[in-house]
């Protein structure tokens, strides 16, 4: 099979590459190229993990990865890359950046296939560089393996430690290439099998794409901790991170990967098997709900938007406050604003408005610059806000800092009261199940009262949604009867891990 130089211009094949590795597997590497910081380090938020998207017997797979990467870009920045598979023969691409720039239309037709799988990344295990931009590449017993992955695996390091003894050379420091490692030793007869057997080592989140020559395998954690979604397009069957994806293709959704299991497609057809029973609760993360996904999407059924609006509507009822504006940080917030403004009749108005066009920048964060780089990104509307007695709705509060300048944004623009209302609980524990989050030391909420808290914001009134109000309000949208939802990071109940692991790998961490 034809390929082209990886250096020259990037687009390889699987068997024109030269790859240098050990006896299992053999993985490409390259070149970095459109990098660059990206702006949400500019931003005291949380970073989303990463988006993968699949389709299998559609004759222009590569540029149904394409669009869906695009609908899938919020959940990662950093990196992209689609591999597809063609009589056989792999090819792919990926680059740093944002898929826009990643890939341009020559790019796309050397992709050729039935069969791809895509990914968007941001780094939350491995560092940021293209060796660890995804998919994963390998050559193995059997041919020639791709992975996409999103989510995080606890135990990989361990895992990875006793590889290593026993002989494993690692190309990345993505904890996704543990798994290829695995599924290279197992003497399982099939790929489907020894992916069976690899994921049942892996204690964590995960949403996992597989493709051979000849196969596509996915498969979701026991607790279904990420979001995973099958679809249909004709004849094709599309995975996705998110169903905003299929709507960007025209894709139906069909149903949610459940947790614990493993679809196979191959010249047979279809398979629905497991690599583990499903977990007794069921524990989707929180925070989809709260910030991370579309508000065009539904997890598990249940539509984001709508369950943000109820989350808005609920903070209205359990911390009503007379103020003349309610306003919400876009664009997580927009929706919990509106449902604010609906519940008390207080106007919602575009307090705040956020330049869609500042685009990435190269400049490494400073202190500094942070403090500028959310002036850039963010600004009050005066003529709103002026003379007003604000509510500002806002997803979270990570260290305080950005609330901080928000509140001030909106003082500076001449609010008289800057009320803030946030709709998920105290952010107090770190995230070990792909969501990019400082230590606890660094979480405002895990050492500082709620006063403590609004007095470093500068706020006249703060509000932090419970528990139970958050669960009511994703639950009564429609979810399923046996939904569940991880809070770990609110209430330190790590649904994988006993206590005792939790504070272990809380103090790893730090
Ligand atoms: S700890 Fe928080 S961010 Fe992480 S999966 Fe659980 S709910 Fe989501």
């Known amino acids: 099979m034809e390929g082209r130089d990886p250096v ?101 037709e050397a992709l050729p296939g039935k069969v791809g799988i895509g990914h968007v990344r941001y780094s939350t295990a491995g560092e940021s560089k293209l060796a660890n931009a995804q998919p994963l590449v390998f050559k193995w017993r059997d041919g020639d393996l791709a992975i996409a992955t999103n989510g995080n695996i606890v135990n990989a390091p361990d895992i990875r430690r006793e590889l290593e003894e026993a002989g494993s050379i690692f190309q990345t420091t993505s904890d996704t290439e543990v798994v290829a490692h695995l599924i290279a030793r197992s003497k399982a007869p099939s790929i489907e099998e020894a992916v069976k057997e690899s994921l049942r080592r892996l204690n964590g989140a995960f949403a996992f794409v597989f493709i051979t020559n000849d196969k596509m395998v996915a498969a979701r954690d026991q607790h279904g901790l990420r979001p995973f979604v099958l679809g249909r397009l004709g004849d094709a069957w599309l995975f996705s991170s998110e169903t905003c994806a299929f709507d960007a293709v025209g894709a139906e959704y069909v149903r949610d990967v459940r947790p614990g299991e493993l679809l196979v497609f191959d010249a047979d057809g279809v398979r629905e098997e497991r690599f583990a029973e499903a977990a007794p609760k069921r524990a989707v993360c929180s925070m989809e709900y709260i910030y991370f996904a579309r508000p065009d999407s539904d997890v598990d059924e249940v539509n984001i938007h709508t369950a943000r609006k109820k989350m808005g509507k609920r903070l209205a009822m ?125 979480l405002i909420a895990s050492s500082k009262s709620v006063e403590e808290i609004r007095q470093l914001i500068n706020a006249d009134s703060l509000y932090f949604l419970s528990k139970e109000g958050l669960t009511e309000s994703i639950g009564a949208s429609g979810a399923p009867a046996d939904a569940g939802f991880c809070m770990a990071c609110f209430d330190n109940c790590y649904p994988t891990l006993s206590e005792e692991e939790a504070e272990k790998a809380v103090a790893a961490k730090c």
Request: aromatic share 8%; glycine share 10%.
């Open 8 to 108: 020259s211009d990037e687009v390889m094949s699987s068997a024109s590459r030269k790859p240098h590795m050990d006896s299992n597997l053999q993985l490409w590497t390259g070149d970095y190229f459109n990098e660059g910081a990206d702006d949400r380090v500019f931003f005291d938020k949380l970073r989303e993990e990463c988006g993968v998207f699949g389709v299998w017997n559609h004759p222009d797979a590569s540029s149904l990865c394409y669009y869906g990467l695009h609908a899938l870009q919020h959940r990662g920045q950093e990196s992209g890359g689609i591999c597809t598979v063609h009589r056989r023969e792999f090819h792919y691409h990926r680059g740093m950046g944002l898929v826009k720039e990643v890939f341009d239309q020559p790019r796309l």
């Open 318 to 442: 359990d911390s009503f406050v007379d103020a003349d504006v309610v306003t919400g940080v876009p664009d997580s917030s927009i929706s919990a604003a509106i449902g604010f403004a609906e519940q008390t009749g207080i106007p919602y108005e575009l307090g705040l408005i956020k330049n869609r066009y500042t685009g990435r920048t190269f400049i490494q964060p400073s202190q500094e610059l942070r403090e500028q780089g959310v002036k850039m990104k963010l600004s009050a509307v005066r003529k709103v806000v002026e003379g007003k007695r604000v509510v500002m709705i806002d997803d979270s509060i990570v260290r305080g800092t950005t609330s901080r300048r928000i509140v001030n944004l909106l003082r500076e623009a001449g609010a008289v009261e800057v009320h803030v209302r946030i709709t998920s609980p105290p952010f107090a524990n770190p995230c070990f199940y792909g969501i990019d989050t400082p230590t606890r030391g660094e």
